[in-house]
């Protein structure tokens, strides 16, 4: 008989290679959060050169320079552990998404410096958060295609998935409109609840801004909701324990956003509250990103992109495949 094939099955992506892309992950949000307290705390420019801080990789860690240059050093942990993932991952199948990460990552660092260089452009400190989001969004993604013997659905649950863009979009949106409400210091333009200086819609200006953040904020608030619940309804009855636990987690997380974004503007904007309200957004999305992803085809995703072939002893009779 001819034989099928003499190439060996593709192996399995390696245990440590995703315990190292899920700790790119962890660390991101890490990230994430400590980036959120520079602006808050007015240490945006407590370095005022880049990438030394006054001169120095290791500068005394006080005052602003303790927030922004910590900001600086998880950055580059966060940029050699992506560096890791791709050099591991250089022979599966995942590497141009790894590529794609460590591209976006030194693109994010440019932008960092970018940003101290030119004295905090808004479009540039608004477009380093939008990419930190993107970023983190790729590194769960990643987490996913590189789990060994992932063993959840081959089929794809195309609604389910519509319905994770949906909220993912939403989600990612708000918090774009956040970046500019913050890098305008519109935040403080509106410290009274629910209105804005007596007024529900303030004529022009940071003000106006810091309401539409409000108002598409209940919106969004709406959208998770309405998607998480759609979800959960059309996952019943589905072995995707991933997909309906981030489904269930969503409306949490978007009610608990919502309170901490009250609790922000009540305590006028203060670095811990604006902390975490970064780090609640970020997993906001992340729900989402793992619902979409937990709802796609995981069975085996990852492959080794070249086969070996089996030692010529071993190969079937008839010739070659």
Partial sequence: ???????RPPRKPDLKLFVLAVATSVATFALLLVGGTVNPTGSSLACPDWPTCYGSFFPEMTGGVFFEHSHRIVATLVGIMTVGVAAAAWKTSARWLTIGALAMVIFQGVLGGVTVILRLPTIVSTTHLATAMVFFSLTIYLGFRLRPGATEGTESLAFVRKLALIGAVAVYVQIVLGALVR??????????????????WPATGPAALHMVHRYVGVLVLGI???????????????????A???????????????????VMVARKIEWVSAMAHTGI?????????????????????????????AP????????RA
Avoid: N, Y
Avoid at 224 to 239: D, H, P, S, T
């Fill in 312 to 319: 010529v002893g071993l190969q079937p009779e008839g010739g």
């Fill in 183 to 200: 890098h305008t210091l519109s935040g403080r333009a509106c410290l009274d609840l629910p209105l804005c200086g007596g007024e529900w």
């Fill in 1 to 7: 008989m001819a034989p099928a094939d003499t190439l």
């Fill in 281 to 309: 957004a970020a997993l906001l999305l992340a729900v989402f990103v793992i619902l979409f992803v937990g709802a796609g085809p995981l069975a085996d995703p990852v492959t080794l992109t070249r086969r070996e072939r």
């Fill in 224 to 242: 998770v909701l309405v998607v998480a619940a759609m979800a959960l309804k059309a996952l019943r009855g589905q072995e995707r324990s991933s």
């Fill in 244 to 262: 309906r636990l981030a489904a269930a987690l969503a409306p949490f997380i978007g009610l608990l956003q919502v309170v901490v974004g009250v």
